[in-house]
């Protein structure tokens, strides 16, 4: 489930559709919540689909440790990549806001946690960084990491809306990891291999 201080909004014929703040979204806010609402399908399920649809499946789906594709059931399917993103995923289950977002900003993700299943080149952001690459997550989780403990302190000092919808046992883990007593679930926990 995406913010509800969200909308859809045409953001360019390049891009098409994206995300956009509707209010102020203070770091640290859950912008999105894995929920019972979203649909899991597993290599079987996608097998058993046209392949027209498996290209909608390609389009607005990510694909999570377990190998098995997520369709957001919301406006959280548009969310845009950026190399420079607002929001950032967590092994929960659920992304926060790593930096303020204003309204008439984009939520964005970077792909490059998403396993994607093939290199594609996105926009020039001037970053270092021009494709994003299935193995991205290897490369990169130790930063993306670092971006969720920069905001550790935030989560509990802001309206957490989408809170209600975590599980308990979850929240309890993360509350756990805020509170300093466990470390941190990598986001490497979210990797696919698909060598395996």
């Given at each position: 489930?995406?913010?509800?201080?969200?909308?859809?909004?045409?953001?360019?014929?390049?891009?098409?559709?994206g995300v956009v703040a509707k209010k102020f979204i203070p770091k640290g806010t859950i912008t999105w919540v894995q929920?019972?609402?979203?649909?899991?399908?597993?290599?079987?399920?996608?097998?058993?689909?046209?392949?027209?649809?498996?290209?909608?499946?390609?389009?607005?789906?990510?694909?999570?440790?377990?190998?098995?594709?997520?369709?957001?059931?919301?406006?959280?399917?548009?969310?845009?990549?950026?190399?420079?993103?607002?929001?950032?995923?967590?092994?929960?289950?659920?992304?926060?806001?790593?930096?303020?977002?204003?309204?008439?900003?984009?939520?964005?993700?970077?792909?490059?946690?998403?396993?994607?299943?093939?290199?594609?080149?996105?926009?020039?952001?001037?970053?270092?960084?021009?494709?994003?690459?299935?193995?991205?997550?290897?490369?990169?989780?130790?930063?993306?990491?670092?971006?969720?403990?920069?905001?550790?302190?935030?989560?509990?000092?802001?309206?957490?809306?989408?809170?209600?919808?975590?599980?308990?046992?979850?929240?309890?883990?993360?509350?756990?990891?805020?509170?300093?007593?466990?470390?941190?679930?990598?986001?490497?926990h979210c990797y696919f291999d698909r060598s395996a």
């Open positions: 489930m995406i913010h509800p201080d969200t909308e859809l909004r045409f953001i360019s014929d390049t891009i098409g559709y929920d019972d609402l979203d649909r899991i399908f597993t290599p079987q399920d996608e097998s058993q689909i046209s392949d027209r649809m498996k290209v909608y499946l390609e389009t607005y789906c990510f694909t999570n440790h377990d190998g098995n594709k997520v369709l957001c059931w919301d406006n959280a399917k548009y969310v845009n990549h950026s190399f420079r993103p607002s929001c950032m995923s967590t092994a929960y289950d659920f992304e926060i806001a790593i930096r303020d977002i204003y309204p008439g900003e984009e939520l964005t993700d970077d792909y490059g946690y998403l396993n994607v299943e093939e290199p594609f080149a996105a926009a020039d952001e001037n970053t270092f960084r021009k494709v994003v690459y299935p193995d991205d997550l290897i490369r990169h989780y130790e930063e993306w990491d670092e971006l969720i403990r920069q905001n550790l302190n935030n989560i509990n000092t802001v309206s957490q809306s989408l809170k209600a919808f975590i599980p308990k046992e979850t929240w309890k883990e993360f509350q756990s990891v805020i509170d300093g007593e466990i470390p941190l679930r990598s986001l490497l």
